[in-house]
């Protein structure tokens, strides 16, 4: 059964500091890792989708790496800003319907202005 | 805005009645997928619909079950609520039959609360 763990639970940061979220997965098996990003009460947002023979993806600041082999994935974000505070979610794909997304507890992001 | 929607945003429900809540997904999206969040957690798998059929479920009981239409709606059903059934309801679709290779977006949520 595949679990996802993701550290820490909690980071705060001033704002402009560069920073990394961990997200780790116990079979390497997978499909494909996708970062989200959750607002208070709200849905998710996709905010990067690394495809299983990929290593890593980019976006604006955000960048997204895979490693499959070792069943761990970063997101590095660039020069942080208060707007980025939110809890950050790690899912991981790992074929076929039965298994959905499987998903960390996420990591709570707090950037102080 | 991903495109998908869900209704109602709230709910309030006494334990033991039943609740429908319900999803649209992105035109061309063919499979859909219903999640759990409950507070402080990573949302978890209860089904996926492809095609209008039950291809996918994770560790939840026959009480919740699903409907998916050809207009790209579908409903989740919960019978015999429980009080442990309050939580953020998330509907997610992506235009592939196991979501693979494609990203899947999500809904805004409607919060239950079972009383």
């Known amino acids: 059964k595949q679990e996802v763990t993701q550290i820490p639970a909690a980071l705060s940061v001033p704002e402009g500091e560069n920073l990394v979220l961990n997200c780790s997965f116990t079979?390497?098996?997978?499909?494909?890792l996708q970062w989200f990003r959750q607002d208070p009460g709200k849905g998710l947002t996709s905010l990067l989708l690394?495809?299983?023979?990929?290593r890593e993806q980019t976006s604006g600041r955000l960048n997204a790496s895979l490693d499959k082999s070792s069943g761990r994935s970063t997101l590095y974000i660039a020069a942080s800003q208060p707007g980025d505070s939110a809890t950050y979610l790690c899912?991981?794909?790992?074929?076929?319907?039965?298994?959905?997304?499987?998903f960390g507890k996420g990591t709570h992001l707090i950037i102080q202005p | 805005e991903t495109g998908v929607t869900q209704s109602p945003t709230h709910l309030i429900k006494t334990r033991g009645q039943q609740v429908t809540l319900r999803c649209s997904s992105q035109s061309g999206h063919n499979t859909v997928s219903w999640y759990q969040q409950a507070l402080g957690q990573g949302p978890q798998f209860i089904f996926q619909y492809y095609r209008e059929e039950e291809n996918g479920r994770g560790n939840f009981p026959p009480r919740f079950s699903g409907l998916q239409f050809p207009n790209y709606s579908s409903e989740l059903n919960v019978n015999a609520l429980e009080l442990d059934d309050s939580a953020l309801y998330l509907c997610?679709?992506?235009?592939?039959?196991?979501?693979?290779?494609?990203?899947?977006?999500f809904g805004p949520g409607t919060r239950l609360t079972v009383l």
């Open positions: 997610a679709s992506s235009s592939s039959r196991t979501g693979g290779t494609d990203t899947q977006y």
């Open positions: 079979d390497s098996a997978i499909y494909n």
């Open positions: 899912a991981v794909n790992s074929g076929g319907g039965a298994d959905g997304l499987t």
């Open positions: 690394i495809q299983s023979s990929q």
